[in-house]
């Protein structure tokens, strides 16, 4: 009788140890595959107004709103306005009043997307000089 007690213990341990396994390989899968993405690049360059620039790291989130050539607190649509997003190691005009969103039109940067880009690493709104750059330094 103790012989097919301990046989169980065992046995009933033995199962216990591998669900544990399991669960731990399972959490560290998900833990990678749900992980922000950062990307090659460290940052995101942003050019607007007569030189300034602002360097915002891959991996924040944030949404930049740049207006009359200054950074603003938040969009109102009013003067030239540009709404730059940043998430996930992307960047991408969210909202722009230029003539013709040829900015909005241009997608989203990050390091897949570079090679498919016509203009590479940049996002250009000419009209308002506004210029995203993707940057492999800083971040």
Not at 14 to 22: D, K, V
Not at 72 to 77: F, K, L, N
Not at 101 to 124: A, Y
Request: net charge neutral; hydrophobic share 40%; proline share 4%.
């Amino acid at each position: 009788m103790e012989r097919n007690t301990a046989a169980a213990h065992r046995k009933r341990n033995l199962l216990l140890l591998g669900a544990a396994i399991l669960f731990a390989a399972l959490a560290v899968v998900l833990c990678l595959l749900f992980r922000p993405k950062t990307g090659v690049a460290g940052s995101f360059v942003i050019r607007y107004g007569d030189g300034q620039t602002l360097t915002v790291a891959a991996w924040e989130t944030r949404t930049v709103v740049i207006r009359d050539g200054r950074i603003a607190d938040e969009q109102t649509g009013e003067g030239d306005e540009n709404v730059i997003r940043i998430e996930h190691g992307e960047a991408w005009m969210e909202q722009a009043n230029c003539p013709h969103g040829e900015c909005m039109k241009q997608g989203r940067l990050n390091p897949d997307t570079v090679q498919k880009r016509p203009l590479g690493t940049w996002i250009v709104c000419a009209p308002h000089r506004v210029y995203i750059e993707l940057s492999e330094e800083g971040g």
